[in-house]
């Protein structure tokens, strides 16, 4: 069955073509403020040009946009990049597969990997090629999901960790902005 737990990149292709908002990205409150936390995070780096890995259907995209005039994103769905695209019409929105994006090819200030990275099995790999593309890392992993990144992550080096939860709703995340080893910080934190 496919639903909003499906882990196959098959599946989560499926997944968007079936249905405009797996995740109620758009309808849910927690979604909404935990967005607007990860914008807030996200301007404690340099960010005047962003690249959004795992876009969906441009909710956040389209948050992104507000802080920053370069805004470039991906996902492995077509659908869901036929979405963000009238989401958030000023960014740059392709469909790509992470495992065969080109990440030493797009220099850019910061990458964003909200809720992405439980679906990427060469987790170590991606990371390390993410780090020839950017040197800020701003990531979100929900903890029910039970897969928080741990404190070491390398090549990245923690720069700021919030909690964000709505315990009414039984939700919590970690949003965390990592720096690349062996970067001078440009920005306090
Ligand atoms: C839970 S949604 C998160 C969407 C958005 N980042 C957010 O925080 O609202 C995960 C997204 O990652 C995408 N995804 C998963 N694996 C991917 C991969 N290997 N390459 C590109 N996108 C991927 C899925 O299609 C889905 O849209």
Redesign the pocket.
Known sequence: MVNRWSFT?KG?RKL?QEKADP?H?GSSRYEQDKFDKLVEVAQGAPHASIL?????GG??TEKLCTISNEVSG????SD?IERARIRAPLADLFV????EFDYAAHRVDLIVA???LY??DQKQQTLNRMAGCSDYLLT?EAWFLGATLPRRMEPWKLVKSVSFSRFKQLRWCSIRLWQRNGVTPAFAT
């Open positions: 990149k989560l968007h995740w990205l959004e890995v795992g876009c969906g909710h956040l991906f996902d492995l769905s869901a790509r597969d992470s495992d909200s809720e992405v679906y990427i979100c």
